[in-house]
């Protein structure tokens, strides 16, 4: 039996292995930028839909988020550029806003009628306007089947808006 010491021999683990760092980094920030894009799109994707009594007050229904309210038209508030409508002024259990619009309505927009504006609510000097992208004439079969309350109060406004003088 030898028992004379061994040479030492060199191996891999002793070395250093030069890490792939810029690869990591760029797959750190893609993941990142991945994260806040669809982050983003879920956020904006979301519009709850509110009462205009409840816009400023009931949480998910705050001021500078997009939102779509619910109300019916006022009488006398429609403001017309030709056949262009500008302004509007929608209501809810007794609290009024006015809705400046980025786009016509359909041709079905008139007064006295339930509407839901898709849109954000603002502040400005005279208080919280809306400032709606689309006007909804006619409620959808699930958005009528979750809110009846809603609904028949709308009506019931509307009724009483058309007989006013």
């Known amino acids: 039996m030898d028992l004379s010491p061994r040479e030492v021999v060199p191996t891999a683990v002793g070395r250093k292995r030069k ?3 810029a690869a990591m980094l760029v797959l750190a920030l893609v993941l990142v930028a991945g ?3 669809v982050t983003k799109f879920l956020t904006s994707a979301i519009d709850y839909y509110c009462n205009v009594d409840e816009v400023g007050v009931k949480s998910g229904c705050d001021v500078g988020r997009s939102i779509r309210i619910q109300g019916v038209v006022e ?3 429609v403001d017309k550029t030709g056949s262009v409508v500008n302004t509007f002024v929608i209501g809810f259990h007794g609290k009024k806003m006015e809705v400046q619009l980025g786009s016509a309505p359909s041709g079905l927009f008139q007064e006295c009628i339930p509407v839901v504006v898709s849109g954000r609510a603002v502040q400005s000097a ?3 306007v ?3 992208d689309e006007v909804i004439i ?3 079969n699930n958005y009528d089947a979750a809110n009846k309350d809603r609904i028949s109060q709308a009506n019931a406004e509307a009724a009483a808006c058309s007989q006013a003088g």
């Open 138 to 140: 006619k409620h959808d």
């Open 35 to 37: 994260g806040v894009v």
């Open 130 to 132: 809306f400032h709606g």
């Open 126 to 128: 005279n208080g919280v």
């Open 19 to 21: 890490r792939p760092w």
């Open 75 to 77: 009488k006398g508030s």
